[in-house]
Antibody
Framework: EVQLVESGGGVVQPGGSLRLSCAASGFTFDDYAMHWVRQAPGKGLEWVSLISGDGGSTYYADSVKGRFTISRDNSKNSLYLQMNSLRTEDTALYYC?????????????WGQGTLVTVSS | QSVLTQPPSASGTPGQRVTISCSGS????????VYWYQQLPGTAPKLLIY???QRPSGVPDRFSGSKSGTSASLAISGLRSEDEADYYC????????????FGTGTKVTVL
């Protein structure tokens, strides 16, 4: 059974940093690209970032480019999101998500999310 | 910023058929597979349709997807109370830097 468990969320002041983690199990982690997707309170889904299975290719939404860094440690079956220069508009529930087999980026499994609140 | 446009809401009575549209462009829907996700209140999204019209195991055949050109649609037939949720389409976008785009989301209400 695929499981994705996010952690690392919390309250941070504007301009601060936070590192999110996602522990994956139930599948061969390094065979699959992985996403971070966020959802602001009461709003829709917003894609944040994607990383290839070997970590060699990364993609970012314009809204986070230059501030967020996605990475993975395949030896630990873990995905990360380093978030710097945080803004109030980054407040959201952050989901870790697995790419569907054979897909460019379509998602088949989602974690339960970790809440990030940026506030002074 | 969403580049896939969905109607904000849709509704129907139990047993009715509801259709949700998803409008994109040649760089996303027009050249890539469309995925649909269902988000029940207070829960994480769940895969509903993949590769335009395929259902994962466990998804009732009341749900169906289609794609034509730069638009896609999700149909729910035999609407049930448990279908009340938010629905999102999504596709990869072959823009300069590459990105994954979600639809604006549609809230389905069962009257």
């Amino acid at each position: 059974e695929v499981q994705l468990v996010e952690s690392g969320g919390g309250v941070v002041q504007p301009g601060g940093s936070l590192r999110l983690s996602c522990a994956a199990s139930g599948f061969t982690f390094d065979d699959y690209a992985m996403h971070w997707v966020r959802q602001a309170p009461g709003k829709g889904l917003e894609w944040v970032s994607l990383i290839s299975g070997d970590g060699g290719s990364t993609y970012y939404a314009d809204s986070v480019k230059g501030r967020f860094t996605i990475s993975r440690d395949n030896s630990k079956n873990s995905l990360y999101l380093q978030m710097n220069s945080l803004r109030t508009e980054d407040t959201a529930l952050y989901y870790c998500a697995k790419v569907h087999i054979g897909a460019v980026a379509g998602i088949d499994y989602w974690g339960q999310g970790t809440l990030v609140t940026v506030s002074s | 910023q969403s580049v896939l446009t969905q109607p904000p809401s849709a509704s129907g009575t139990p047993g009715q058929r509801v259709t949700i549209s998803c409008s994109g462009s040649s760089s996303n829907i027009g050249s890539n597979y469309v995925y649909w996700y269902q988000q029940l209140p207070g829960t994480a999204p769940k895969l509903l349709i993949y590769r335009n019209n395929q259902r994962p195991s466990g998804v009732p055949d009341r749900f169906s997807g289609s794609k034509s050109g730069t638009s896609a649609s999700l149909a729910i037939s035999g609407l049930r109370s448990e279908d009340e949720a938010d629905y999102y389409c999504a596709a990869w976008d072959d823009s300069l830097s590459g990105l994954y785009v979600f639809g604006t989301g549609t809230k389905v209400t069962v009257l």
